[in-house]
C-alpha cells in the first residue's frame, strides 16, 4: 500500500505562488495532482511519468503550474504561479501502478494523498 502525504497547501492572493509536496512511501510509475472545488468534480491537472519525467497539464494550468520530482526522495512537486480564484480547490496527489491510460482520469490511479487546501482570494 503507497502512501501519499501532502503539504504546502494555504491562502494567497490572485497572482501569488504557491508550492505543494507529495511524498510517497515507495516508486509508482506515475504522479499526478487532481483538484476538487466545491460541487464540482475532481479534476487532473498535471502529471508525470516518473520513469522517463514527461509531464500533462491540464489546459487551464499550461504556462503556469509545473509538476517537477525527486526520485530520492519520491517526492512530487507542483508549483504553482500566477494564480486565479478559479484555482482555488482542494488538491490531491494521486500515484498509479501503470503509466498507461488517460493520465486525467481519476482511475487511472490507484493512491490517494487525504488532500490540500489552496485558496486564492481576487
Known amino acids: 500500500q503507497v502512501q501519499l502525504v501532502e503539504s504546502g497547501g494555504g491562502s494567497v492572493q490572485a497572482g501569488g505562488s504557491l508550492r505543494l509536496s507529495c511524498a510517497a512511501s515507495e516508486y509508482t510509475y506515475r504522479m499526478a495532482w487532481f483538484r476538487q472545488a466545491p460541487g464540482q468534480e475532481r479534476e487532473g491537472v498535471a502529471a508525470?511519468?516518473?520513469?522517463?519525467?514527461?509531464?500533462r497539464y491540464a489546459d487551464t494550468v499550461k504556462g503556469r503550474f509545473t509538476i517537477s520530482q525527486d526520485n530520492v526522495k519520491n517526492t512530487v512537486y507542483l508549483q504553482m504561479s500566477a494564480l486565479k480564484p478559479e484555482d482555488t480547490a482542494m488538491y490531491y496527489c494521486?500515484?498509479?501502478?501503470?503509466?498507461?491510460?488517460?493520465?486525467?482520469?481519476?482511475?487511472?490511479?490507484?493512491?490517494w494523498g487525504q488532500g490540500t487546501q489552496v485558496t486564492v482570494s481576487s
Open positions: 508525470i511519468y516518473t520513469l522517463g519525467r514527461s509531464t
Open positions: 494521486a500515484a498509479g501502478r501503470l503509466s498507461g491510460g488517460i493520465w486525467s482520469a481519476v482511475y487511472e490511479y490507484n493512491y
